[in-house]
């Protein structure tokens, strides 16, 4: 993408930031998706509005961004993100098959601003044990029957 | 918890997953939440149907426990799934604050059914240079603005 339009989208993914964030209510994050350098989709954080953990304004955007293409394979499409992205959001581009993001502020910037983003990407990559979250594996005979049944199927749809 | 309800929700997350899949649209997964004891939402894969890149199970269970309970801080809650959570829905348990998640098949036993779990999971924990996805720093003047704002409202909301 062209250095000119790279600019002006990431500066409305931070104007919409701020613009949303006035009140104190939505949190300070703003996304925009492109399509073909054309502006698809716009978000904001949403998460006490809408009482919603996973209305970040990437999320939103990605979903916005697929309704309005009609498809959930965004890989010709790009993110811009007014904060580095967390790792739901990262992992969503990544499932949306996006292959670039834009960002201005980090991860420690949004830290300084009270949110837990660098802490949460620190978690992440702990081992299991070592994570604040406890993740209990409860093993069953049927842990593997939905795959069975899945790859049985030759009519199943490709993700 | 104790084990035997823990047995009946893990099987419940298994049985979403199997019902759900069989027609080869719904990716199989499927996730239940639960509040004190008690179940609170059910989710299953939707990201063909919906053609939503979010709606994975876990992700379609916190929303709807978000939407049951009219609070998106669910840290009273556990979050049974079928499979260990992706990245994208790991975080979002640590954003709605849940403590406790269990889950049936391993992220390697999707990466068998075709799917990328493990994949990702190693993809996330590597240095931005090394990551498929790009991750472009764009800086501009106005990053630490939405914060900045944010910081200087005393009537904002905590996250």
Redesign the interface.
Known sequence: MKDQL??KY??MA?EL??EH?????N????AVITHKDRLVAQGWNR??E?????A?AE?VA??AA??SL?????DDCCLFS???P?????????????????????AR??D????LDQK?ID???KSDKAK?????????V??????E???A?P???K?
């Not at 300084?112 to 949110?115: D, I, L, P, S, T």
């Open positions: 790279s600019e990431i500066k931070i930031a701020i964030s006035k009140e104190g209510i949190g300070p994050f703003g998460v006490h809408w009482k919603d953990p996973t970040h999320i990605i979903r697929s309704q009609g498809r959930f394979n965004l007014s904060c580095y967390c790792p739901m959001c990262l992992a969503a581009a990544y499932w949306a098959g996006i292959k670039t993001v834009y960002y201005a502020a980090t910037d949004a300084k601003a009270g949110f949460l978690e992440m990559c604040e979250i406890d993740l209990i594996r409860l093993e069953t049927e842990s593997f029957k939905p795959f049944q899945w790859l199927n009519n199943r749809l993700y």
